[in-house]
Each structure stands twice: as structure tokens, then as C-alpha cells.
């Protein structure tokens, strides 16, 4: 089976591994297009210009690009049209969503060019819009050029369904994790380092420090523990406008010397911290504030610090928002989201109870050694192609 994939995403090296693990099973080959020049954004604030490469069967080929930094308006040239007719895949997956440019050129490709290869996207949406002249036109024609959809979440697919899609949909993450990166792994040093004792629970963070990850909620919820006998400490890892907001607000409470703020640190460092923690919080909260041309809001997708913390066997606090509750399932504790009250009444559950953080931690990491590791991942995408080309 010959797959091809069309995304931005890959231009990261180590968003790969997912798609370079299904290429080490028998008779699949994978060819991943990216961008030759894209500009990510965000604190990088630079233009990438990607370079191929190959492993075996699987390889990474930088298509010229139009648009270098809007996803939904990225079509490639004519250098895809010779790589389409060299490789002819039985499979294409364009990761655009259902309004992309680049999933309409793919689909037409397909067609002029007689591949017959079966025509999927990925999508992360997760709140209704409604569409106008042309772009309503657009997704009617991606949406019929369709063979199967994967969504990051399941208010994804239901979206789909609502916009009539009516064939087959399955759920789960773009990315996986790499479980020999994320794993139990004691970190005493850093302990040491960051004054954190050997007893302390620690409450932990990872993400941006914005209204909406729920971080003034979490605070609320540490000043209702800052009298609880069990002695803790916050681990706070990230960046973001709301910093001092938080640090007042931890000031206000009288528990800002049991905080630990640490800046965003290289992904390859992120486990290191996720192990000193005792559990992994995350609170994020609807909102109504972003507004773009087809939808106003903003809902947790997914929240892939999740099933990192749970592959280092850190139990989970999230709150209801989006997507969460689906990745958490059983295997960790859900509370409403903005509730500061049950927020911390889970956290003591928790603090209190050394058989129920015992067998969380064990739940959160077999759910995600089973579904949320790229080899775990992989096996998902393998049996959606081979049941849409039967």
C-alpha cells in the first residue's frame, strides 16, 4: 500500500514518527509532502525551508508552496503533479481540515490523473460554524470527493455529520507520543533544584498561561488546599500573557511560595518535569471571545499533555471541556469546567487517598500504551486505509 500525506505539520521531524512507524510494516510505503517554505509563526518567527529525507520506506518531500503561512489557503505547484504520477498512491491524506485549498487540489489530482486513490483529511475542528458563498462551496466539494475522515475529537465528527457527511469517520489524535521520551523516570536532581522535597505532592501545569487553559480557576482551587495537612507544591511549565495576572493572584492567596514557575523548556526536557509531578492538571475553559470567519470560540480539542503526563504514570485532573473527558475516560478524574470548588475537592482525592492515585496512575498508562503511542497510532491509521481500499 502506497500513502501519501499532505501537511504543514510534518515539517517538524519529530511530528513524523507516527507515519514513519507505519512504514516499517509489511508492504506500506509512506510519502509525506510539506511545505519547501513555510513560516510557522508564533516565537518562530522565521521562515522554515525543509530539506527531504528518506528512512527506508518512508520519506519527506518539500513541495513548492503557495501561501507559507496560512493553512487553510496552502496549495502546492506543479512539482506535485510529476510526484503524484511517480508514486501513484492507493491513499491520500490531506491534514487541512474539510475547507482546505490543498484537500480540493488533491481531490482534483486525483481525478485528472486517474489514481482511483481513496481521498481522506484530519481535522481538529470542534465547534459548529456555518458557511457562506464560497467557502460553503468549497467544503461541498471536498466533503463529496471524501472516502473517509479522521477528526482529532469526537465533536469533530459530529460536526461532520451535521454538515451531512455520511461516510465512515474515525477518532483519534494527529500525533502520538514516543513512550521511551514519556515514562516513569524519578528526577531527583531536578527535585533538589527546584526546592521541591521528596514528600511533597506536587500539582502540576504544562501549557500556555491564557484565560482559557483555566489556570485562574487552578488557583482558586490551591488556596482552598493551602490548609491541607498533606505539605505541596505547584509546578507551573509554560509561558504566557496571564504570568503576572497569576502571580498576584498567588501572592493575594498567600500560597505564592509554593509555586514553581518554569519557562517553556525543549520538548525532549518536557518529562523530566511532567515526573516530579504528582498529578497533572489540566482546567481549560470555554470561551466565547475568538471570533474567525466561520465560527466564535475556542474549546479544549484534545489536550495532549494528557497522555503524556499518563505514559510517565502522572495521574490526570481535567476539566469538561471539549475533548477531555473522551481522552481521559476512567483513567483520571473530570470536574466542570470553571468549578474552583470541585477542582480542588479532586485534587484532594488524590492527595488523600494512595490507592486511588495508585491505580490511576496504572489505568492512565495502559489507556495509553493501547491507543495513544505511535505505534498504537499507526495500527489505527492502517486498519482505516485497509478497510477503505477493500
Known amino acids: 500500500m502506497r500513502v501519501l500525506v499532505a501537511s504543514h505539520t510534518y515539517i517538524v521531524d519529530l511530528n513524523c514518527e507516527k507515519f514513519r512507524t507505519l512504514a516499517q510494516e509489511p508492504d506500506v510505503e509512506v510519502t509525506i509532502v510539506v511545505p519547501q517554505r513555510w513560516k510557522p509563526g508564533g516565537v518562530q518567527n522565521r521562515i522554515i525551508e525543509k530539506e527531504a529525507w528518506q528512512d527506508g520506506r518512508f520519506r519527506v518531500v518539500p513541495i513548492s508552496n503557495f501561501s507559507q503561512n496560512n493553512q487553510g489557503m496552502l496549495t502546492f505547484g506543479l512539482d506535485l503533479v510529476k510526484l503524484l504520477r511517480e508514486f501513484r498512491p492507493h491513499v491520500i491524506q490531506v491534514e487541512q481540515g474539510s475547507k482546505g485549498l490543498a484537500y480540493a487540489e488533491m481531490i482534483t489530482l486525483n481525478r485528472l490523473l486517474g489514481l482511483n486513490a481513496k481521498m ?20 461541498k466539494y471536498n466533503l463529496g470527493g471524501t472516502d473517509g475522515i479522521i477528526s482529532g475529537n469526537q465533536d469533530g465528527a459530529d460536526i461532520l455529520r451535521d454538515h451531512g457527511y455520511r461516510g465512515p469517520i474515525r477518532v483519534m489524535p494527529q500525533l502520538g507520543i514516543d513512550e521511551t521520551l514519556f515514562r516513569p523516570q524519578p528526577q531527583p536532581e531536578l527535585n533538589e533544584k527546584l526546592d521541591i522535597a521528596p514528600d511533597d505532592f506536587v ?6 498561561f491564557v484565560e482559557e487553559k483555566g489556570l485562574l480557576t487552578l488557583m482558586q482551587a490551591l488556596g482552598q488546599l493551602k490548609d491541607h495537612p498533606k505539605s505541596w507544591k ?5 509561558r504566557g500573557p496571564l504570568k503576572d495576572d497569576l502571580q498576584k493572584q498567588a501572592t493575594e492567596i498567600g500560597i ?11 520538548h525532549d526536557d518536557v518529562p523530566r518535569y511532567i515526573n516530579l509531578m504528582s498529578t497533572l492538571i489540566l482546567p481549560s475553559e470555554t ?9 466564535v470560540g475556542w474549546v479544549e480539542q484534545f489536550g495532549h499533555v494528557l497522555i503524556e503526563a499518563m505514559a510517565c504514570q502522572v495521574p490526570v485532573i ?3 471541556s471539549g475533548e477531555i473527558p473522551h481522552v481521559i475516560g476512567d483513567a483520571g478524574l473530570i470536574f466542570p469546567e470553571g468549578n474552583a470548588d470541585e477542582l480542588s475537592d ?40 485497509q478497510e477503505l481500499v477493500a
Open 120 to 139: 481522506l483529511f484530519f481535522t481538529w475542528w470542534n465547534l459548529p460554524y456555518e458557511l457562506k458563498f464560497p467557502i460553503s462551496l468549497l467544503e
Open 203 to 208: 500539582i502540576g501545569f504544562v501549557g500556555r
Open 234 to 238: 505547584c509546578l507551573l511549565l509554560g
Open 256 to 266: 505564592s511560595d509554593r509555586i514553581r514557575w518554569v519557562e517553556s523548556v525543549p
Open 287 to 295: 470561551t466565547y471571545k475568538f471570533k474567525t470567519m466561520t465560527a
Open 318 to 320: 481535567g476539566s469538561n
Open 346 to 385: 479532586r485534587i484532594r482525592t488524590l492527595m488523600d487517598s494512595p490507592e486511588t492515585h495508585t491505580d490511576l496512575s496504572k489505568r492512565g498508562y495502559d489507556l495509553t500504551m493501547e491507543k495513544y503511542t505511535n505505534r498504537a497510532l499507526a495500527k489505527q491509521v492502517l486498519d482505516f486505509y
